[in-house]
């Protein structure tokens, strides 16, 4: 041996050309170094590639739906994945966007369409420092059935009490239903208020918190309660969580040893590192 080193990516390929990927434990995040990415290799961004990939594989995403940070040193700018599924998003394909969607640096990258719906939240929400979209199939038939979305498991708490759902076909009448412009972004924002979370009808749902780690955990249990109210309500009349229950809860779930302890525990069933 001459002792020549290697790059990981370098290694992947050779592993893959040989058909022993398959055999290769799940890869943490790469590094701006490994990428080459002009986006330093701050925490938040790594948390964001390890959000993808515990989203992916919870199933609150599939093939689509798409996860952003706030820029920690840029708080008018926000981070997210070139257009590509979540599970596969690793630091090479991250993007800086202003609020208005336009990319800051986009090498050739094609972004996600419905980036507007990010940027719009975070122009309205200042508290907000993450965001999540995604079709959830549990959460789907809330989105067009009469009966609200309503915390009734303790987990779920961090959901908030209201849910509401945004309508793009009564502002903007007949579409593609996906949220292609600021216009169209702002209006979502609008609906989504104070909340947590926001139902889009026929489409899927949105999450906001805090950090990448709450937002994780409420896309998770949102999913959670809603496939435990379907089953409640074949049962009869079911009830809701209290306000009180909601705020105390909340607080708990939230606590740095819940969270911490569930954000762990995600990462490592995605084979990320718990950073």
């Keep these: 041996m001459t002792g020549t080193r290697f790059t990981r990516r370098e290694v992947v390929r050779a592993a893959a050309s040989i058909g022993g990927l398959a ?12 990428s080459a ?22 199933n609150v995403v599939d093939a689509f739906g798409h996860v952003s940070v706030r820029d920690p040193r840029e708080p008018d700018r926000y981070v997210m994945s070139r257009s590509r599924s979540p599970e596969l998003i690793e630091f090479e394909d991250l993007m800086e966007f202003r609020l208005d ?20 939240i975070y122009a309205a929400r200042s508290d907000v420092n993450a965001v999540v ?6 959460v789907l038939p809330f989105t067009v059935a009469e ?5 009734v498991i303790h987990m779920a708490s ?24 600021m216009d169209q972004g702002r209006s979502l924002a609008g ?7 926001v139902l889009m009808r026929g489409h899927g749902a949105v999450v906001v918190g805090p950090g990448v780690k709450e937002v994780v955990m409420t896309s998770f249990y949102l999913q959670v309660n809603a496939q435990v109210q379907l089953q409640a309500l074949g049962l009869g009349e079911i009830t809701p969580l209290s306000s009180a229950e909601i705020v105390l809860s909340h607080e708990t779930q939230f606590s ?9 525990y995600f990462c490592q069933r995605a084979g990320v590192d718990p950073v």
């Design 158 to 181: 961090i959901i908030g009490a209201q849910i509401p759902v945004w309508d793009i076909r009564a502002a903007f009448g007949d579409t593609d239903m996906l949220v292609r412009t």
């Design 23 to 34: 055999a290769l434990a799940p890869l943490a995040p790469l590094s701006a170094q490994d």
């Design 37 to 58: 990415a002009p986006l330093p290799n701050l925490t938040e961004f790594r948390r964001l590639i390890a959000a993808n990939r515990i989203l992916a594989r919870e």
């Design 256 to 264: 740095p040893l819940a969270i911490d302890r569930a954000w762990e």
């Design 147 to 151: 009966t609200r979305l309503r915390p």
């Design 133 to 138: 979209h995604n079709h959830s199939y549990a």
């Design 191 to 197: 609906t989504l208020g104070r909340n947590t979370c």
């Design 101 to 120: 969607g336009t990319p800051v640096e986009a090498r050739g990258r094609t972004p996600y369409g419905e980036r507007m719906i990010h940027g719009a």
